[in-house]
């Protein structure tokens, strides 16, 4: 009797895996899938049943590894899609090639949904990517981009059809890029006309068999986008170098690995997760759309953005982002970089002015470019040298010729003297909307109103009340400047700005410590970038620097300087050799010296017209041998190199492929007692020099004796 009352008890706690089976015997899980079964709460075990059923209502076969793909099919629409009150149909299987229709038939009836996103392999290398309005594609990677049908868009920049592909870099020090389907404007046609235009379209692009595929599961609201696997020679250079392959790509344990997984691999990106990629606030949008109007509307000239606020908030993000809006819209933008550290298209420690005309779908160190001008400061901090710093942002900003929109960049020091020259700035570069930044885990900073900037004292510049009482009326910047002729009668004057906050909480766990890390190898990739400049294009092989010729450069042509340090006459050469050098233009002329070489007792304010390696000096012949992806048309003007603290990448010197033997310039063998061994001269920096002291059998340093 106790047994006949347990069992109708055992009935209902029966396995969900045994009932799920025995209601269809074809489905069918490997021996994983059923472990991780088991380890689900009864809740959890009901829906995944419910899953598997409707799964195979909608025809997926799980026995072929896409269990992935039908759930997210048999699941309701993702969040960022418009909420509907009508339920969605099941997707029909994907129809085989034997029984795909024809080219030019047409259906009167909208077919089913596929799974999102759908892929398909168009060749070696290729994918195609159908995605309906509004979804998101966020993934990480390089691929490149081409718009066959409607617009996609990345990073604020539009991509639409008939425009000219774009690579696309979304990286894993930095938060990942997403494919995003706008809505395009559709002309009142049927249909059948709207099959047939992109029909056309696609066949330039795609074979018979891929086009069929595509009008059988077309739709007027999706956007067809080519992916393709990017050969850049940036990406191969930085890849090469051990550790640093883990920037593009990171392999992770993941049991997601199905189909869609090796073809996205093929074209060389990866699916992430929604919540890896950015995040924008509504402040952020609201300041992107108030400001491209005002540039679009060019109602009082042309508007000068400054951007400013705290380390990691988002400055560089959204500069990014304006700068893409922006040329949807004109065809150029002009970008100040006074952030010493953290430069956009430049290596560190320079403060340029370029003017930007193709979108920015990437970190800095893939998007390396040359400036319209250029000053080398030579350090990632203006501290202790802040007049100097003033100088260099006058030089530079004085050959700006307001003929297009300015976006300002500037440090994340806004403290204490930091937030004084801030002030100085706004004073110096008179900006009609200044964007601050803020985050909760930032620290207090007073709003830059027109009114607070108006009663602040800078570092150089006073209030405007005590400029009153001394009987001046215009900043005392204002005099100094270089403008055009036209611009001389009218001289520029701090006439207030419009002040517009924005707030972001990025999500990340950074120390003090940690960011400085961090900002240390942003600095090395951009110096990396830089440097693959000088290998072929792509796909041609890479070659080690040390097998690339070098320029040789006479003594008695070019002068020296040292930036940073105060270095004697007979070591200088010690400084230069094997050190990142500035190529620079001054006006004296420093010709007519046999020996050399010819030293500068002062760092003058020059044009920098690129940047180099010393790779060695030959004492005997008196020559410099100097490595740089410069041409030559425009080394024939350079006649200053100037050394600063910006050191070459550790990586540059220890992993060269093809080298036999003893490396040069590293050693085990440092002696710390000389003079000047403990500064920041080449590759040392002060903290790391300190740990490389408590491991001696570690250190690996370039000799300078």
């Known amino acids: 009797m106790a047994d006949t009352l347990q069992l109708p008890k055992r009935g209902p706690f029966r396995s969900t895996w045994a ?60 969040k960022t899609a418009v909420p509907s009150r009508v339920p969605r149909p099941l997707p029909s299987p994907t129809p085989s090639r034997a029984s795909s229709p024809t080219e030019d038939e047409d259906e009167d009836e909208d077919p089913a949904p596929l799974p999102i996103p759908p892929l398909r392999p168009a060749g070696p290398g290729r994918r195609l990517l159908l995605l309906p309005r509004e979804q998101v594609f966020t993934f990480s990677g390089a691929c490149r981009v081409t718009c066959l049908y409607g617009q ?42 709207m099959k047939r235009e992109a029909r056309t379209l696609l066949r330039a692009h795609l074979n018979r068999d891929d086009r069929c595929w595509l009008m059988k599961n077309f739709s007027p609201l999706c956007s067809i986008v ?4 990017l050969k850049h020679t940036t990406v191969n250079f930085i890849n090469s170098h051990p550790g640093l392959s883990y920037v593009f790509e990171q392999e992770r344990t993941t049991f997601q690995i199905n189909a869609e997984y090796f073809a996205l691999r093929s074209v060389g990106i990866k699916k992430e997760k929604k919540k890896n990629g950015l995040q924008l606030s509504e402040s952020f949008l609201s300041a992107l759309e108030e400001l491209v109007s005002v540039a679009c509307e060019e109602v009082d000239g042309c508007p000068i953005i400054l951007v400013c606020g705290f ?38 420690g320079c403060i340029s002015l370029l003017n930007i005309t193709e979108p920015v779908l990437g970190p800095p160190f893939t998007h390396q470019r040359t400036p319209q001008k250029m000053v080398y400061f030579g350090k990632s901090t203006c501290k202790n040298n802040y007049e100097n710093y003033i100088e260099i942002i006058k030089y530079v900003f004085s050959s700006y010729k307001r003929e297009s929109p300015l976006i300002i960049n500037t440090m994340g020091w806004v403290t204490d003297q930091g937030l004084l020259l801030l002030v100085d700035l ?32 800078g570092l150089y510049t006073k209030s405007k009340a005590k400029v009153r009482d001394r009987g001046f009326y215009l900043p005392e910047f204002a005099d100094s400047l270089e403008f055009g002729d036209e611009e001389k009668e009218s001289p520029v004057a701090f006439s207030g700005h419009k002040l517009m906050c924005v707030q972001l909480d990025f999500f990340f766990r950074k120390t003090p410590r ?7 190898v942003l600095r090395d990739l951009a110096l990396l970038g830089y440097l693959g400049q000088l290998q072929a294009p792509a796909p041609r092989p890479l070659r080690p620097l040390h097998s690339l010729t070098p320029y040789q450069v006479p003594f008695h042509a070019v002068a020296l300087r040292v930036i940073h340090s105060d270095v004697t006459p007979t070591h200088i050469l010690y400084a230069v050799n094997a050190s990142w050098v500035g190529l620079c233009k001054i006006l004296d002329d420093v010709g007519g010296y046999t020996e050399g070489p010819v030293l500068l007792t002062q760092t003058p304010i020059c044009d920098c017209l690129g940047f180099g390696i010393c790779r060695g000096i030959d004492m005997e012949k008196r020559l410099y041998h100097i490595l740089t992806p410069v041409p030559p048309e425009e080394l024939r003007n350079v006649n200053c190199l100037l050394v600063g603290a910006i050191s070459i990448p550790h990586c540059v010197l220890k992993s060269q492929h093809g080298f036999e033997g003893t490396i040069p310039y590293v050693t085990t063998d440092y002696n710390v007692k000389l003079p000047g061994a403990t500064g920041k001269i080449g590759a040392r920096e002060a903290e790391e020099a300190y740990r490389k002291r408590q491991h001696p059998k570690a250190r690996f340093y370039r000799k300078a004796h």
């Open 426 to 457: 706004i004073r110096l570069l008179s900006p009609s909307h200044v964007v601050q930044f803020s985050s909760s885990r930032s620290k207090f900073m007073p709003q830059l109103t027109p009114t607070y900037v108006d009663d602040m004292d």
């Open 152 to 193: 996609v868009q990345v990073l604020g920049f539009t991509i639409s059809q008939g425009q000219p592909s774009q690579d696309v870099f979304s990286t894993y020090t930095h938060s990942r890029l997403a494919l995003s389907a706008v809505h395009h404007s559709m002309p009142e046609k049927s249909k059948k006309e």
């Open 19 to 78: 009932r799920s089976r025995k209601a269809r015997p074809q489905l069918t899980l490997s021996r994983r899938p059923r472990r991780r079964l088991r380890l689900l709460r009864w809740c959890g075990r009901r829906r995944q049943r419910r899953r598997l059923l409707e799964a195979q209502a909608a025809g997926a076969d799980w026995r072929e590894g896409s269990w992935l793909a039908s759930r997210s099919a048999a699941a309701p629409g993702p």
């Open 311 to 348: 380390q990691d908030v988002g400055k560089s993000t959204f500069n990014r982002y304006l700068i893409n809006q922006l040329l949807n819209s004109i065809s150029c933008v002009d970008y100040l970089e006074c952030d010493l550290g953290q430069t956009e298209f430049t290596p560190p």
């Open 226 to 229: 080519m992916l393709e696997n």
């Open 514 to 520: 940690s960011r400085e890390l961090h900002n240390k």
